[in-house]
């Protein structure tokens, strides 16, 4: 059965009807309109809590639970959730939960080394429009096969960082070595398979973790592995449907295939998190290794875009990384949101009459990096907002959304002219073309700035002391 | 019994009511046979407190079951009325040109590489970037063509013989009044350059003023006449009559290109079909760089895709990334801190990685740069449009065989 579109009016149905406004909104129809968003959670409804509205609740919580159940990875403060996806293509509503990066470290290592590499993969992070983009979890491999090397591996991690873990072997006795040490911190045991299911479903229900489970390209003995865990009473399962670079068209389609039949069949035993292990590129390493960790880095990024919700990698390079942590959070913002910040005056520093003005385009990400070039140039300037229609200023010249006629408006608008002694505007170097344009339209001066804003205060100290 | 105690207990009696209440209420368990400890009952309890659990989480143990239950799969396959339309660009002798092959894009029925649903179709195709004047451009895509950078026939033969391009887009910028003003037949001549150097189809682009552009394409139209070539592109501001027609009577093709909006997307299509079969179109939303509005690119691109499946008739058209703009990311050509690596890595992958994520919306016909980006993007299209066997039995053993 496909999942019907929710409506406000059926949710209001089983909503208390009396306006009481403890959830924070006007009334109950108000509230009703978020729940369908899924910009507030039931549990804000504080009558619904109540064992008068239970029948209520139930029936909403069934209507509003996600097709991808969430699994919680850690315990206390260190939880990293996945899954709990409500749609498949992010343009449906948004995509919740960004996929959770794992890098693997083993029991094989020296312990410097180890240290180390835990502690980089813990402090590893990224300044990105104001966010600090970070990777999320652990895997601890048994490389070798030893139950007593992997308990003390998994130990010396636990004392070393908060991040949670992946415990990775398919031998029961190796991951119970490993959940006597760390069951506490909630790991996810990596995995569950045709062959060790009975015993992984007891470590499951024992230390209360949650459980993988892999049937590499076989999806009907992966269904029937959930199938027979649910039934044996493991409810946290998450999906490995094996990943390979020889069979990536198998991977994509075994992906893509899963999350269908959760999202649009609701199938109840595939709609379950996902996790990808591009790691398995280093099986078969080429001679140079940039060249796996090229691939592991392909491989990651398509499992990201069709619908992984954890991935262990076993690369740990800064190139391969970043644009990994930027496509997952850039698939992973809520495309409801405008792109597109205010237009107008900003001021930056103490501006005085002398100080240069510069323009540019009202797409969030083009200001926000101008916005940061300034202040870390410590400039004091006034910077013109151009409304672009969220268009970086290269696609919006491009489609005519940056256009003389729009400069000049922004000027006369901005009221800088009050604020200055002169008439000079800086533009960016991807504006050029339109330069002399705007000089007969306002009567301003204009400067070409630099191609890249972050040449914004090397480009004041030469051009405009020197034109002042 | 000490306080804590007490207090458990006290708390169990009170709260043990009312989970057989519940699950009386799921009518799922019957509680004789089972045993709760406390701490199971902690466990179950907590969340309802919240206010948060499902209901389904209070299931208790049942017969545990001792062999495989098994369960069928069967692939979640969809049917679409829509289907996009093929696009053939280049002609060949025999056709009235004189590529030595053409190239035909679109003809989808599914999603992106659903191959579960339906064989592939046509595969999409990576066209290398050659430029008519000396441009700037990243270092490490500067090394690879320094010598070639004011020669396109040179450039061109590079991107055909060594980097295995199966187009050329000809960029004419150098016609930008705002730049060199080169004169239409200047231009066309370099396009006859270029068509003489290599045997791959070819598309033209302009340099972005719509009355420019459309004097030069109409010149380069006639010039190439029976080509086929791939005009790059046709916008809303543009004569859009004139430009069509031109396309029309010289036996060519064309980017409709709009600014990542789907109803400027439909109304510029509308606008064409006046003059041109929908065969004659390949459509292009924008594409913006990796962390820099790729995410609007992409879903921009997805929706197009899916609504052209789904029926929208004015959106069944195959699609063209410029998938070169990654390289407006400052990450993909600033020196950064060491610990993100050399430029000369985090570059190429830039533009890979945000050709293989449009790869995955739906994207047929690529504009791209660099050499190792084009290398694999080339491979993993080869990968994905053809099943390739997996050796399952195999990646059992990922845990304890990773070499390095």
């Known amino acids: 059965m496909p999942k019907k579109t929710l409506s406000p009016t059926e949710i209001y149905k089983y909503l208390p009807k009396t306006n009481c406004k403890e959830c924070g909104e006007e009334n109950c129809m108000a509230f009703a309109t978020k729940l369908v968003n899924r910009e507030a959670s039931l549990d804000k409804c504080s009558p619904l809590l109540t064992d008068a509205y239970k029948e209520s609740y139930k029936a909403l919580w069934e209507m509003l639970k996600p097709p991808v159940k969430e699994v919680a990875l850690g315990s206390d403060g260190n939880v990293v959730k996945i899954g709990g996806k409500l749609v498949m293509y992010r343009h449906e509503l948004t995509y919740v939960n960004p996929t959770a990066i794992a890098i693997d470290v083993s029991d094989d290592m020296p312990e410097d080394e180890l240290i180390k590499r835990v502690k980089e993969i813990e402090s590893f992070s990224y300044d990105y429009i104001g966010q600090k983009l970070k990777l999320d979890l652990i895997a601890v491999r048994s490389a070798l096969n030893d139950a007593k090397a992997f308990g003390l591996v998994v130990k010396k991690v636990s004392s070393i960082t908060n991040l949670p873990l992946i415990l990775c072997s398919l031998d029961p006795n190796i991951i119970e070595a490993g959940l006597i040490e760390a069951s506490s911190r909630r790991p996810l045991i990596y995995a569950a398979t045709k062959d060790n299911w009975k015993e992984m479903a007891e470590l499951s229900l024992m230390y209360k973790c949650p459980l993988a489970v892999f049937s590499p390209n076989d999806l009907k003995m992966l269904k029937s592995l959930v199938k027979t865990l649910k039934e044996y009473g493991v409810e946290d399962l998450v999906l490995d449907p094996g990943t390979f670079w020889n069979g990536l068209s198998e991977t994509i389609n075994n992906f893509t295939m899963i999350r269908r039949s959760a999202c649009k069949e609701e199938d109840e035993f595939l709609g379950l998190p996902l996790i990808g292990v591009p790691a398995t590129v280093w099986m078969e390493p080429d001679e140079i290794p940039e060249v796996t960790i090229w691939k592991e880095a392909c491989l990651s990024s398509m499992l990201i875009t069709r619908y992984a919700d954890a991935l262990i990698m076993h690369s740990f390079e800064g190139w391969s990384l970043l644009p990994l942590i930027i496509l997952r959070q850039n698939l992973y913002t809520d495309p409801r949101k405008p792109v597109a910040v205010e237009s107008g005056l900003k001021a930056f520093g103490s501006p005085n009459e002398a100080s240069p003005v510069l323009a540019t385009s009202n797409f969030a990400l083009t200001y926000y990096t101008v916005a940061s070039d300034i202040e870390a140039g410590k400039v004091n300037c006034y910077l013109i907002v151009v409304d672009t229609e969220g268009l970086s200023v290269e696609s919006a010249i491009a489609g005519r959304k940056l256009t003389a006629e729009k400069v000049a408006e922004a000027l006369k608008g901005s009221g800088v002219e009050s604020k200055v002694n002169h008439k000079t505007l800086i533009i960016p170097g991807r504006a050029s073309r339109i330069s002399g344009e705007i000089e007969e339209l306002t009567g301003w001066k204009v400067l070409v700035g630099p191609m890249d804003s972050s040449g914004i205060p090397k480009f004041l100290q030469e051009k405009w002391q020197k034109t002042t | ?404």
């Open chain 2, 1 to 404: 019994m000490s306080e804590e105690e007490e207090r458990k207990k006290k708390f169990l009696s009170e709260i043990g009511l009312n989970i057989a209440k519940l699950l009386n209420d799921f009518g799922e368990v019957e509680l004789e046979n089972v045993e709760i400890k406390v701490s199971d009952l902690e466990f179950w309890i907590q969340p309802i407190i919240a206010g948060l659990t499902p209901p389904k989480a209070l299931v208790s143990p049942k017969a545990k079951p001792k062999e495989i239950l098994k369960e069928e799969f069967h692939p979640p396959v969809m049917s679409y009325p829509g289907k996009i339309v093929e696009v053939k660009i280049g002609a060949t002798k025999s056709e009235g040109g004189t590529r030595g092959k053409t190239i035909v894009i679109g003809g989808e029925t599914t999603p992106a590489f659903y191959l579960f649903e339906s064989p592939p179709s046509h595969p999409p195709v990576i066209s290398i970037d050659v430029f008519d004047t000396k441009i700037p451009l990243a270092k490490a895509v500067k090394i690879h063509v320094e010598d070639v950078l004011e020669d396109p026939a040179e450039w061109a033969k590079r991107a055909v013989e060594k980097w295995g391009a199966d187009m050329i887009n000809l960029h004419l910028v150098s016609i930008d009044p705002l730049l060199k003003d080169t004169s239409p037949d200047e231009a066309a001549k370099t396009v006859e350059s270029v068509l003489q150097a290599v045997d791959v189809p070819l598309s033209v682009g302009g340099c972005g003023d719509p009355e420019k552009d459309l004097k030069v394409f109409e010149k380069v139209a006639e010039v190439a006449a029976g080509e086929n070539i791939l005009f790059n592109s046709v916008t809303l501001n543009m004569d859009i009559k004139k430009m069509a027609e031109a396309i029309k009577k010289y036996g060519h093709t064309v980017i409709a290109f709009t600014p990542m909006n789907m109803d400027d997307a439909r109304e510029l299509n509308r606008k064409l079909y006046d003059f041109l079969p929908k065969e004659k179109i390949v459509m292009d939303t924008t594409t913006a760089a990796l962390g820099y509005g790729l995410d609007y690119a992409f879903t921009v691109m997805e929706r197009t895709r899916l609504a052209a499946l789904m029926g929208d008739s004015e959106l069944q058209h195959p699609l063209s990334s410029g998938t070169t703009n990654a390289w407006a990311a400052r990450e993909a050509w600033m020196t950064m801190d060491p610990k993100w690596g050399p430029k000369e890595l985090r570059g190429p992958i830039w533009e890979t990685i945000t050709a293989l994520t449009l790869l995955l919306a739906g994207v047929d016909y690529f504009m791209m740069m660099h050499p190792a980006a084009v290398k694999t993007v080339k491979e993993v299209i080869r990968k994905l449009t053809s099943k390739e066997g997996v050796e399952a039995e195999k990646v059992y053993a990922w845990i304890n065989s990773l070499k390095k």
